[in-house]
């Protein structure tokens, strides 16, 4: 009887065992590393940390690294639901050749997509040589750093929203179409709050690679001192120069913007499933 009562009482079978080795896993690979990186920072002065992080360059590269990752974030969540739309809804040829090329910035090695991006939009380059006459000059410029962090940031919100549009139903649409609505109230009734959590999910993986991006973006970035320089670029210089404390100062911060920005995102997150409800 008490044998029976107490498979009842278990939630699943060993649970206890696959609890026990989450938690180590999750410790191994994410707590000690980033423990091990706030126990460096600590061996500096509050005084030091400070000025090490509210440094003229340091502010600079934040602004950068974060302002063109959500512009970045934004864009994809924009083109990138037209994309999955477009994939989705139309039937046209090409299509499954078009689909694959959407994962292309997931299996490109990134410092290959940072070459490709510099080639392209450089002043000679294939698209670069017509754009600099307009004024518009991309390669090694703030404007190359959003366009290498769009480029690798597109399938995640392709990827997020693209099984939402397959699971919503046509008939929604036609519903609506008969009760009188017209197109925009149709998108903005019925489509918007069915795929705003899975586009608020898209923009914030894609923003959380923006962020963290190194490869693609060193190409393209120019690398500049208080103009395109990155933070990630920033870290590596700091761990050159072996002041390690000075880049896991730079790193926590970073982490804790990141973690803060990513908290809001959530929350946003969890509201627009409840509207949608």
């Given at each position: 009887?008490?044998?029976?009562?107490?498979?009842?009482?278990?939630?699943?079978?060993?649970?206890?065992?696959?609890?026990?080795?989450?938690?180590?896993?999750?410790?191994?690979?994410?707590?000690?590393p980033?423990?091990?990186l706030?126990?460096?920072?600590?061996?500096?002065?509050?005084?030091?940390?400070?000025?090490?992080?509210?440094?003229?360059?340091?502010?600079?590269?934040?602004?950068?690294?974060?302002?063109?990752?959500?512009?970045?974030?934004?864009?994809?969540?924009?083109?990138?639901?037209?994309?999955?739309w477009?994939?989705?809804?139309?039937?046209?040829?090409?299509?499954?050749?078009?689909?694959?090329?959407?994962?292309?910035?997931?299996?490109?090695?990134?410092?290959?997509?940072?070459?490709?991006?510099?080639?392209?939009?450089?002043?000679?380059?294939w698209?670069?040589?017509?754009?600099?006459?307009l004024?518009?000059?991309?390669?090694?410029?703030?404007?190359?750093?959003?366009?290498?962090?769009?480029?690798?940031?597109?399938?995640?919100?392709?990827?997020?929203?693209?099984?939402?549009?397959?699971?919503?139903?046509?008939?929604?649409?036609?519903?609506?179409?008969?009760?009188?609505?017209?197109?925009?109230?149709?998108?903005?009734?019925?489509?918007?709050p069915s795929?705003?959590?899975?586009?608020?999910?898209?923009?914030?993986?894609?923003?959380?690679?923006?962020?963290?991006?190194?490869?693609?973006?060193?190409?393209?970035?120019?690398?500049?001192?208080?103009?395109?320089?990155?933070?990630?670029?920033?870290?590596?210089?700091?761990?050159?120069?072996?002041?390690?404390?000075?880049?896991?100062?730079?790193?926590?911060?970073?982490?804790?913007?990141?973690?803060?920005?990513?908290?809001?995102?959530?929350?946003?997150?969890?509201?627009?499933?409840?509207?949608?409800?």
């Open positions: 009887m008490s044998i029976t009562k107490s498979a009842h009482n278990r939630v699943l079978p060993g649970f206890g065992l696959t609890l026990g080795y989450t938690i180590f896993y999750l410790s191994v690979i994410v707590l000690i980033l423990s091990a706030f126990f460096k920072t600590a061996t500096l002065s509050w005084g030091d940390f400070v000025a090490t992080v509210i440094s003229p360059r340091v502010i600079a590269s934040f602004r950068l690294t974060f302002g063109a990752a959500i512009a970045a974030a934004v864009a994809n969540a924009v083109f990138g639901t037209l994309v999955a477009v994939l989705v809804r139309y039937r046209f040829p090409g299509k499954k050749l078009a689909d694959a090329l959407v994962d292309l910035p997931f299996a490109l090695p990134t410092a290959v997509a940072g070459i490709t991006l510099a080639t392209v939009y450089s002043s000679n380059g698209l670069g040589k017509y754009l600099e006459p004024g518009i000059k991309v390669a090694f410029t703030p404007l190359g750093i959003t366009v290498a962090m769009v480029f690798i940031g597109l399938p995640f919100v392709v990827r997020t929203v693209q099984p939402v549009l397959e699971e919503l139903e046509p008939e929604l649409e036609e519903a609506a179409a008969c009760l009188g609505a017209n197109r925009w109230q149709t998108i903005r009734r019925v489509l918007l795929i705003t959590p899975a586009v608020i999910t898209g923009f914030a993986l894609a923003f959380a690679r923006g962020v963290g991006e190194y490869g693609s973006i060193i190409f393209i970035a120019g690398n500049m001192p208080m103009k395109s320089e990155i933070t990630p670029l920033l870290i590596i210089t700091k761990l050159e120069q072996y002041d390690y404390a000075g880049a896991t100062a730079i790193a926590s911060v970073m982490l804790v913007i990141s973690f803060v920005m990513l908290l809001v995102i959530n929350i946003l997150q969890k509201w627009s499933r409840r509207y949608a409800a």
